[in-house]
């Protein structure tokens, strides 16, 4: 057996957990050099993918008889504490905490352990780490604490515990000015906006640096029932416009939400013409030049106004034709949209470039 060989078998062994066959072959003695072999990448060590397996006994061995360090860090900066709090394994935790593992170590991007437990619904893990003195306040490089990561999963029982034991964790922004309360709604989780709305104080329509409100967020990702939710709970502005002038029908349109759409036109009353940015764009816009020919139609369907022309005299058919956009463009031609002249003279068939785009209009009755 050659050395590699060898190497890659111990290494199987560990991840399998066959501490019997480990003993035989990885002798303190013998194998002095141990400590030091690194693994793939991001050089992972024996220990890292111990505590990866959840094999405390494994990881008992290579501590307690090998003589391997408990800090060692691979080229991420993760340790082996890392490892088994991210995978929830507690038996790993609970043993590398007891030896005295530094609770709080961070890893690149400044994660702490207990940020990587809340990336699961962990909740025996997140109490060991806590009751061994993680700071559940940190924050990582993109300004997270754990509470906020925790809000992006969505287990409300991580959350209950996470503001028992620190009640001012949900009152933080992230770099980009994004509370929990976004990410929750972004992501679709009921239960936790439902919590966060109960036990925390945000404030209605707080917004990103982007201007977007947790409302819009709901709707740009088709969570109908969490922008219910801030209706009727936190007094969510269904009209409230971002940075740029936009508001949650327009986002809606651009990732082609029509559930959303329905909601805000037909049970909000939202003006489905409504423009937005100094461009003056309605909604239809936005979706011709997205190239969602399923939403022009459900547009359409509640009252857009097909002949709309945005500031620069645009019609939804030059959005969808500068694009490049023929499914869009066939909508809006069937629905009887012709190819006039914008502000400046052009047609929509002198933007086309693709040649689905160029045959369209060529066997368009009346085209130029």
């Not at 917004?207 to 709901?218: E, I, L, N, Q, Y």
């Not at 740009?220 to 971002?242: F, M, S, Y």
């Amino acid at each position: 057996m050659t050395e590699q060989e060898r190497l890659r078998r111990l290494l199987r062994l560990v991840q399998e957990g066959n501490l019997a066959l480990l003993r035989d072959e990885l002798r303190p003695d013998e194998v002095p050099e141990a400590p030091s072999w690194r693994w793939g990448r991001l050089g992972d060590s024996l220990l890292h993918h111990a505590a990866r397996s959840g094999h405390r006994d494994v990881l008992e061995f290579l501590v307690q008889e090998i003589g391997m360090d408990m800090e060692v860090a691979n080229g991420d900066y993760k340790r082996p504490l890392h490892e088994a709090a991210s995978m929830g394994h507690w038996e790993c935790v609970s043993f590398l905490l007891e030896r005295g593992a530094s609770v709080d170590c961070l890893k690149k991007a400044d994660w702490t352990p207990l940020m990587m437990a809340c990336t699961r619904k962990n909740l025996d893990v997140i109490k060991t780490l806590v009751e061994h003195g993680a700071n559940p306040l940190l924050r990582n490089k993109d300004g997270w604490n754990c509470f906020h990561i925790a809000s992006r999963e969505g287990h409300p029982e991580v959350l209950h515990y996470l503001l028992d034991v620190s009640p001012s964790c949900w009152d933080m922004e992230s770099t980009t000015g994004r509370t929990p309360l976004h990410t929750a709604a972004m992501h679709g989780c009921s239960q936790a906006v439902e919590l966060l709305l109960e036990r925390c104080q945000y404030k209605p329509d707080s917004r990103d640096s982007c201007g977007v409100t947790p409302f819009m967020d709901a709707l740009q990702n088709g969570h109908v029932g969490i922008a219910r939710l801030l209706l009727e709970k936190h007094q969510a502005c269904p009209t409230a416009v971002d940075a740029l002038g936009a508001q949650a029908l327009h986002r809606a349109a651009v990732t082609a939400q029509d559930g959303s759409i329905q909601f805000l036109v037909s049970e909000l009353g939202v003006d489905v013409n409504g423009r937005a940015t100094s461009l003056q764009l309605p909604a239809l816009h936005y979706a011709a030049k997205e190239g969602h020919g399923h939403t022009i139609q459900t547009l359409l369907s509640l009252g857009a106004d097909l002949q709309a022309k945005d500031g620069k005299g645009r019609s939804a058919l030059h959005v969808a034709s500068a694009g490049q956009r023929a499914g869009a463009a066939g909508v809006l031609l069937r629905a009887g949209l012709r190819d006039v002249p914008d502000a400046t003279g052009g047609l929509a068939q002198q933007l086309a470039r693709s040649p689905d785009v160029i045959q369209l209009f060529q066997g368009t009755p009346g085209s130029t």
